[in-house]
């Protein structure tokens, strides 16, 4: 005679536990089993254009070999995408990029689509890897990759001034550096060069997400004017974040001229105050971004120089004056015709 259970099924608690455990491993199985198609796709088509580009150049083939193995790749595999000649074409110029294979390099975790905008957008190997790193990292969408190309990210980290190197540990300084860029563009605010400081601060403000977009992935807002208080006096940092990948409190000075050697002390007063009062036992070093209109880069680091906390100094740019003008009678079109189709 079978023993009955008199409590078949877990409680509630632990059931939903285990459920949970397991959708998690079900995902990362089905991310890792996505990937790992994803590479040996990438390592084909990088060794199809290897064998098309060996042809070409040692046994004289011509460019009607793509058109003739485009035309039977697809009929023999008609259930498979990518045969095509344009795309034949990519696959040559892959492997005539990478003579030497792409091994472990993160191109072979990108899309193949992420590897043709790098192979049309940049001509520099080391700019394609850096960005290939990029897209990874933060995980970029082709559209996304081929804005940031566009914009030039990677001159903009060039121009950063930080003393990260001295006051973060690795790797959080790498990662940190990598986060920084110059100038941060601003052309999303319909202010002019004029501005004044708290009229910038209160557009940024109100563009909350244009500027969370320009700053990068993990940006998260903690709040404007954000009060200090110490000793009986009150000090107010212009703008607070916190960096879910950095683990550490952001702080954002805003300045509307050159910077000045000042504005680094300064900074890392508001960064002691924060450490001392807001930082928790599992936060990282708060971080200061000082955005400056324009910053001389040997002062800058001179004023960074034997300063404890770490800081960076960059840029921000506004719109010109002619597309500010644009954008402004750009508004009053749509405003107008707005007003027209109402009375209608």
């Known amino acids: 005679m079978s023993r009955k259970l008199s409590n078949p099924l877990p409680d509630d608690q632990n059931y939903f536990a285990l ?19 994803n590479q040996k796709l990438v ?22 070999v793509i058109d003739r193995l485009a035309q039977d790749l697809k009929q023999e595999f008609p ?5 095509s ?9 892959f492997a005539e990029a990478w003579p030497d294979g792409i091994g472990q390099r993160p191109l072979a975790n990108l899309p193949w689509r992420q590897n043709v905008a790098l192979l049309e957008k940049l001509k520099d190997p080391n700019k394609r890897l850096w960005y290939a790193q990029k897209a990874l990292n933060n995980g970029w969408s082709r559209s996304v990759l ?14 950063v001034v930080t003393n990260f190197e001295l006051t973060l540990p690795q790797p959080q300084s790498d990662l940190a550096r990598s986060l920084i860029k110059d100038p941060y563009c601003l052309d999303f605010l319909l202010v002019d060069e004029n501005v004044q400081h708290q009229d910038l ?6 563009h909350m997400r244009d500027f969370l977009l320009e700053l990068g992935v993990g940006f998260s807002f903690v709040g404007p004017n954000y009060r200090l208080e110490v000793e009986g006096s009150d000090f107010y940092v212009d703008m607070l ?7 550490c409190f ?7 001229g050159e910077f000045q050697p000042e504005h680094s002390g300064r900074m890392n007063f508001y960064l002691m105050a924060i450490d001392a009062q807001e930082r928790e036992d599992h936060d990282q070093p708060t971080i200061g971004i000082i955005l400056c209109k324009s910053k001389n880069k040997t002062i800058a680091e001179y004023a960074l120089g034997n300063l404890r906390n770490p800081i960076a100094v960059a840029t921000h740019k506004l719109p010109s004056t002619e597309r500010l003008q644009l954008e402004l009678e750009s508004a009053a079109r749509l405003i107008e015709a707005e007003s027209t189709e109402s009375n209608q």
Not at 43 to 54: A, M, Q, T
Not at 85 to 93: D, E, F, T, V
Request: aromatic letters at 10%.
């Open 85 to 93: 000649r344009s795309n034949l074409k990519y696959m040559r110029a």
């Open 79 to 83: 259930d498979m995408k990518g045969f």
């Open 19 to 37: 459920l949970d455990g397991l959708k998690t491993r079900i995902r990362t199985a089905q991310i890792e089993a996505a990937l790992a198609v």
């Open 146 to 159: 081929v804005a940031q190309i566009e914009c030039g990210l990677y001159e903009t980290q060039e121009g």
């Open 250 to 256: 952001v702080a954002i000075q805003l300045e509307m």
């Open 241 to 247: 974040f916190y960096h879910l990948k950095l683990r």
């Open 43 to 64: 390592h084909l088509y990088w060794f199809i254009g290897k064998e098309i580009l060996i042809r070409q150049q040692e046994q004289g083939w011509g460019s009607k």
């Open 201 to 206: 601060k209160r557009a940024l403000v109100e």
